[in-house]
């Protein structure tokens, strides 16, 4: 199936590039719809009612641009920028201010932007009189801007807390507009409140039209309550006392004090309400048709089938084909995913090897994988690195034989997805030991050095990434981005992909089926431990892995194990930036065996990258990472607080 709609992509891009991101103060966004003499005059014909609703979908952030305008999804623990120029370094190193804000990350100007783009259309599109316009149209407008403007409240909790609740376009003539943060229990019920009523009014997945595809139905409205149920319900904001002298002017706390277990029932059942749609299902590619399935890994219960077990699925190319195109672009574990400007090579670049025929050497390197996210991958027996290490696992060196399972060492071969061909003597890199008997995950999110490419070339069809400095791949003094970690992101790489902006046009899915699983198993776990449902669904997410199950653990066990998938599950959608801060794990500056921090603060490791000889292969800290408890939040502008006399409350620390 297509993408999103080539026409409205089209409008959206069109209509994108003409909104003014540069005002200073959020309450006066103004963008092209300001641009007329009479607001009221372009409200009239079905062209401009669709302009404007294709605007409102042009404020979504570009999700797929992780060094720079989204950041989040490329900073924290498990990326690591290929330059210091870049602002997901600048993010994870936290060199902004209030008053020195990169322009890419100032969210609080630009949602407000996006909520002043919706309520105008929300209040203005009913006076369409256009006789092209079919019956229910601008209803369905509507619904589509009510949602995106839930979606971007949504957004502005997450990384600013609290907000200025404005749901209508201002009257800056009357001087009458509203300044105030409302308490984070306003803003939850205000967003839910909106999700709620137009989810009653968005269409199901199965009711939107193939030329329609991205646009929201009522279980993305569903998932995107759930998340801030979850989100509202989690450490950082239920019963933290560090916030009680965090408090609006009139002097009540933005963050209840007091912990409430019934929150983490509310996020459950909100996302129990979207498993009970039997709408969505987790994409399992059944194994060997039509190539040879690599085997699962030696553990009890790798014989039981899918679901009650991982046979019979296919559970690389069944990871693989969530993100990088071909034919499951759409699927069924899809709840909702975007188009975003220059998506294609945004997503290809982040895996593709500078010296490739098919590169260009100004956009790749831009994100890395860190050595805390390799080493949270599991070993294909399901257990950690830690309990397999000097067995199944070696962290030292390079690695002299094949693996049988992933790592073939044939380039020639079809009985792996994975060409390495290290063993032609030094003609080719030889790969990693920490690589091999990894889990089908791991080879499907990250490239190392050794890893084929594939390109459209007779005489060397594959192309192996050289990660040591001096190379064409590797780190150089100057200013061109390199791998510095010696992981490149290959999760949103084709197999087939033979050139940078992606043979396969690529997916984004901003909320799939295992969120809801993993996200559902969590709130559950915290309010009614040992339900069956928890590993229930946890471990649907291990199967389709091509991993054992989990058997019954403590509370803080099993919590521990939601965690661990997350952070391997979703690495670089955007979601671990948010998880370890609502998990209140960010501050931890506790270390494991192998020196990684558990917050995200601290030593960032990976391979010795300038390096050319046996040390490249040696576990090193490559940079460091800042965190304080301040970051929890981002700032508000210094110039929006300054500018309302003391009514628009700073967060904490800022």
């Known amino acids: 199936m297509k993408k999103m709609s080539t026409k409205i992509m089209a409008l959206i891009f069109m209509v994108s590039i003409s909104v003014n991101f540069q005002s200073c103060d959020y309450l006066e966004s103004e963008e092209y719809l300001h641009e007329v003499d009479n607001l009221n005059d372009i409200w009239k014909s079905r062209k401009d009612i669709r302009q404007s609703w294709a605007a409102c979908f042009g ?21 690591h920028s290929g330059l210091d120029v870049y602002v997901a370094l600048q993010l994870s190193q936290n060199k902004y201010n ?52 839930a979606y971007y409240y949504s957004l502005l909790l997450e990384i600013y807390g609290p907000f200025v609740i404005v749901d209508k376009t201002i009257d800056y003539a009357s001087g009458d507009y509203p300044t105030s943060r409302a308490t984070l229990q306003e803003c939850v019920n205000f967003i839910v409140g909106e999700l709620d009523l137009v989810g009653q009014q968005l269409p199901n997945q199965a009711a939107i039209l193939s030329s329609d595809l991205g646009r929201p139905s009522k279980a993305v409205a569903m998932a995107t309550k759930a998340r801030v149920l979850l989100w509202s319900a989690s450490p950082l904001v239920n019963g933290n006392t560090e916030y009680s002298t965090f408090r609006t002017k009139a002097g009540e706390p933005f963050f209840n004090p007091s912990y409430d277990a019934s929150k983490w029932q509310a996020a459950a059942n909100a996302y129990k309400s979207i498993i009970d749609l039997n709408q969505y299902e987790l994409l399992a590619l059944p194994a060997n048709e039509g190539y040879k399935t690599v085997p699962l890994g030696n553990f009890v219960g790798n014989d039981v089938p899918w679901p009650n077990g991982p046979a019979g699925v296919d559970p690389y190319r069944s990871f693989k084909a969530l993100f990088s195109g071909g034919d499951h672009y759409w699927n069924k574990e899809v709840i909702w995913q975007v188009s975003r400007p220059n998506q294609n090579v945004n997503l ?27 080493d949270a991958f599991y070993m294909n027996n399901g257990k950690t690195i830690e309990e397999e290490n000097r067995k199944l696992y070696e962290d030292n060196g390079a690695s002299r ?59 060397d069809p594959y192309y192996y990434a050289d990660f040591r400095a001096e190379t064409a791949d590797g780190y150089i003094e100057t200013d061109r981005p390199s791998v510095r970690t010696g992981y490149s992101i290959v999760k949103y790489v084709n197999d087939g992909d033979m050139r940078i902006e992606g043979t396969f046009e690529k997916q984004f899915p901003v909320y799939r089926l295992a969120e809801i699983y993993l996200s559902y198993a969590e709130a559950l776990n915290e309010f009614q431990p040992n339900h069956p449902d928890i590993l229930k669904y946890l471990n649907l997410i291990r199967f389709r892995a091509g991993l054992p199950g989990f058997t019954v ?14 952070m391997i599950e979703f690495a670089f959608e955007g979601k671990r930036f948010f998880d370890v801060r609502r998990w209140k794990d960010a501050e931890r500056v506790q270390r494991d065996i192998w020196g990684n921090p558990a917050g995200v603060g601290g030593p960032v490791y990976g ?12 576990r090193t800290i490559i940079d460091g990472y800042s965190f304080k408890k301040k970051d929890y939040f981002f700032p508000l502008p210094f110039v929006d607080v300054s500018n309302h006399w003391g009514e628009l409350v700073q967060n904490p620390g800022w």
């Not at 404020?59 to 990326?79: I, K, Q, R």
């Open 607 to 618: 391979m010795n990258y300038k390096k050319t000889d046996i040390s490249f292969y040696d």
């Open 348 to 374: 290809t670049a982040l895996g593709w090897p500078r010296g490739h025929k098919a590169s260009n050497s100004g956009i790749i390197s831009r994100i890395a994988g860190t050595q805390k996210l390799v």
């Open 553 to 566: 653990g403590s509370q803080a066990e099993v919590r521990a194990w939601i965690k661990k998938e997350r």
């Open 59 to 79: 404020y979504l952030p570009n999700f797929t641009d992780m060094h720079n305008s989204w950041a989040f999804a490329g900073a924290g623990d498990e990326g």
């Open 401 to 459: 034989s094949a693996d049988n399972y992933y790592i073939k060492g044939d380039g020639a071969s079809d009985l792996s997805p994975i060409r390495t061909n290290f063993l032609k003597g030094n003609v080719y890199p030889s790969i990693p030991n920490r690589v091999m008997n990894r889990e089908a995950r791991f080879y499907a999110t990250l490239g190392f050095h050794g890893r084929g490419f594939k390109q459209d070339d007779k005489t």
């Open 98 to 149: 209030a008053d020195n804000m990169p322009d890419a990350l100032n969210y609080w100007t630009k949602l407000y932007q996006a909520i002043r783009a919706c309520n105008l259309l929300l209040e203005k599109s009913t006076l369409a009189d256009d006789k092209l316009l079919k019956e229910g149209e601008v209803e369905g407008y509507q619904a589509d801007v009510r949602f995106l403007r």
